[in-house]
């Protein structure tokens, strides 16, 4: 019957063989043992029609359809028949599901009716779809909840994305907390077009969810994550505080804590002074700037203004600048490079003086790769800035960490 039907580009329908079948057919068929199923009789004729809460009127030709299965021959009733029964039994009002169940709604729906049974409401929810339209598989990633939770994905974000897959409040809002979306969802503004999927989108939305945990809660979360990556040997403190503090903006998962605070203790002083960006800064005077920066570390007033704070860092910069002549991003553009070892980065301020509580408190692990504030400057007194000013290499010294 299938390949028939498939020849002529037509459903696959039950010749209705057995259907008119006389008692004596039957009975002879059954003394020999043959396997029997147990088949609903569809009419011949007429539609059926069911108001989709989503897609509005959903009708089917009945000839279509043809009589189908409702018990296997191995005594097992089949899914069709099984759910309707079990949803009827338990007064189920609505039936919301994807709209791949759209052709199990009207074997469903002639269950219901034959039965007695009153009809819910149907809801056919559009597919979620992979960002080339098809439908969503392994192969576009992550496809269980587990495995995003396992990526760091906050469960509260995970429900308020896919909310938004297809569904609107109406406003330009996307951040829901679970409270509002059970106040403010109606399966009236369901969209039943397919929704995309996107990966950008459920990274960022869980880096707002992140912002909006309570701050404790937050500094707990990524505290525990640095310790546990091995980059700290404690995972509270005042210093992971402060970190906290000054990285969260950028971190959308919590496992990118990790990198954002590998990224700060870290310092690329060579592949930073021989990229193209540093022509223009080694030609505004990098090394004598550079010369003054040492000596103003090797007397100490840096190192006072830092045990002083953010107080004490702003007024040792405002005095540096005034000393050199400078300011704007004359003075602080060689700063933060000097200082950090790159061009971009959180606040430059609250960079230095979390490098200068890691060396003081000793929470950061050897295998991290910290490069402590006296490292760096011996690192800068071996800079050799005649070889950079004419595009040579640094020195091999110059690329050493001193122990």
């Known amino acids: 019957m299938k390949e028939i039907a498939k020849l002529k580009q037509l459903p696959p329908v039950y010749s209705g063989k057995w259907a008119s079948a006389t008692d004596v057919e039957v009975q002879e068929e059954l003394e020999k043992g043959t396997p029997y199923t147990y088949r609903f009789r569809v009419p011949k004729e007429g539609s059926l029609k069911i108001n989709d809460l989503i897609r509005g009127e959903v009708s089917w030709n009945l ?18 028949f099984c759910v309707t029964v079990d949803d009827a039994t338990m007064a189920i009002s609505h039936v919301i599901r994807a709209e791949e169940h759209l052709p199990n709604t009207l074997r469903q729906a002639l269950i219901y009716k034959a039965l007695g049974f009153p009809m819910p409401y149907f809801a056919h929810v559009s597919l979620i779809l992979a960002p080339d339209r098809s439908k969503l598989s392994k192969r576009h990633g992550a496809t269980s909840v587990g495995q995003f939770r396992e990526m760091g994905y906050l469960p509260q974000a995970m429900v308020n994305y896919l909310a938004l897959l297809g569904w609107g409040d109406g406003t330009e809002n996307e951040f829901f907390t679970l409270e509002q979306l059970v106040e403010k969802f109606s399966i009236g503004r369901v969209n039943k077009s397919g929704a995309i999927f996107d990966n950008t989108k459920l990274r960022w939305m869980n880096g707002q969810h992140l912002q909006a945990l309570p701050s404790e809660e937050l500094k707990k979360r990524i505290g525990e994550q640095w310790k546990r990556a091995g980059i700290l040997t404690e995972s509270e403190g005042s210093f992971v505080e402060d970190a906290v503090e000054l990285l969260k903006d950028g971190i959308y998962l919590v496992p990118e804590a990790d990198k ?57 910069v405002k005095s540096f600048g005034k000393s050199l002549k400078r300011k704007g991003k004359s003075l602080f553009m060689p700063l933060r490079v000097l200082l950090t070892g790159k061009f971009h980065g959180p606040d430059m301020g609250a960079s230095v003086l979390l490098l200068h509580k890691a060396d003081k408190d000793g929470v950061v692990t050897p295998q991290t790769g910290f490069v402590t504030l006296d490292e760096r400057f011996k690192k800068l007194r071996q800079v050799d800035w005649a070889a950079l000013t004419k595009d040579q290499p640094l020195l091999e010294t110059a690329e050493a960490v001193s122990n």
Not at 66 to 80: L, T
Not at 279 to 301: C, H, M, Q, T, V
Request: negative net charge; proline residues 5%; glycine residues 8%.
């Open 63 to 80: 000839d279509t359809l043809g009589d189908f299965v409702i018990m296997r021959s191995n005594g097992q009733p089949v899914y069709n």
């Open 260 to 316: 954002g605070l590998s990224d700060l203790l870290s310092y690329p002083l060579h592949a930073t002074l021989t990229s193209p960006e540093a022509k223009p800064l080694l030609e505004d005077n990098l090394s004598e700037f550079s010369a003054s920066f040492i000596a103003a570390y090797d007397n100490g007033e840096l190192l006072a203004a830092l045990e002083e704070g953010h107080a004490g860092w702003k007024n040792w």
